[in-house]
């Protein structure tokens, strides 16, 4: 026996564009949402959603962010010796901030006004793509992820010399066939960031900042 669908249906119902190739993609930054939980080293979480803009495909990226809504350390930070503590937060920042730079937001900009992800959200972004790998065996679970964010105008550079991102993930049925390390999403003390070796400055003090204005636009 078969099954028919109306025509209705099938114009209502739109199916999820597929994730694409590895490769560099403009995406558009549509959402930036607190998981409501901590992660599992007790830092506050975040899913970052973003659509590609060629395809509409869409994808959340997962996170860590040392302070909460109204610039509260995380619990499990207080914990921590300072030396410790600077290190976890300038990774975590840096990695937010790596994010604002492909977004269009500048590091004078930040050292002036801070950041509020809730800038992100409406912008357009620039990524580093890695798709599910093709040699996946049957059975296994692993999905495509971002490598690094990168400014626009790197992109523009890498898309005009037909570059590809290296896929080098170290997953367990490549091991000992020749597969490279994890691929590092671009980390503190990179030069696109420059540099991870500034100690971070102690949050701002809970409830009463002052309202910080939106980021220019390009």
């Known amino acids: 026996?078969?099954?028919?669908?109306?025509?209705?249906?099938?114009?209502d119902v739109k199916a999820g564009a597929r994730l694409p190739d590895t490769g560099y993609y403009k995406v558009k930054l549509t959402k930036f949402e607190d998981r409501g939980k901590t992660d599992s080293k007790g830092n506050f979480s975040?899913?970052?959603h973003?659509?590609?803009?060629?395809?509409?495909?869409?994808?959340?990226?997962?996170?860590?962010?040392?302070?909460?809504?109204?610039?509260?350390?995380?619990?499990?930070?207080?914990?921590?010796?300072?030396?410790t503590r600077n290190t976890k937060i300038s990774g975590m920042v840096a990695r937010l901030k790596i994010v604002a730079y492909s977004a269009?937001?500048?590091?004078?900009?930040?050292?002036?006004?801070?950041?509020?992800?809730?800038?992100?959200?409406?912008r357009e972004a620039y990524i580093a793509w890695l798709e599910r790998p093709k040699d996946t065996p049957k059975?296994?679970?692993?999905?495509?992820?971002?490598?690094?964010?990168?400014?626009?105008?790197?992109?523009?550079?890498?898309?005009?010399?037909?570059?590809?991102?290296?896929d080098n993930r170290n997953f367990a049925w490549r091991r000992g066939n020749g597969g490279g390390g994890n691929a590092p999403r671009n980390p503190a003390g990179s030069a696109a960031n420059g540099g991870g070796s500034r100690t971070?400055?102690?949050?701002?003090?809970?409830?009463?900042s002052r309202p910080m204005p939106p980021p220019p636009t390009r």
């Not at 026996?1 to 114009?11: L, P």
């Not at 590091?107 to 992100?120: P, R, S």
């Not at 679970?141 to 005009?160: L, N, Q, S």
């Not at 971070?200 to 009463?208: A, I, K, L, T, Y």
């Open 104 to 122: 269009g937001i500048t590091d004078d900009y930040m050292n002036e006004n801070g950041l509020d992800t809730a800038w992100f959200e409406g």
């Open 139 to 166: 059975g296994q679970k692993a999905y495509g992820e971002i490598a690094d964010f990168i400014t626009k105008e790197e992109f523009d550079a890498k898309v005009a010399a037909g570059a590809v991102p290296s």
């Open 50 to 83: 973003m659509t590609f803009d060629e395809s509409g495909a869409k994808h959340r990226d997962i996170g860590s962010c040392p302070f909460g809504a109204d610039g509260e350390m995380a619990p499990a930070l207080l914990q921590l010796d300072e030396e």
């Open 200 to 208: 971070m400055p102690p949050p701002p003090p809970s409830g009463g």
């Open 1 to 11: 026996m078969g099954f028919v669908i109306s025509a209705k249906t099938c114009n």
């Open 46 to 48: 975040y899913f970052l």
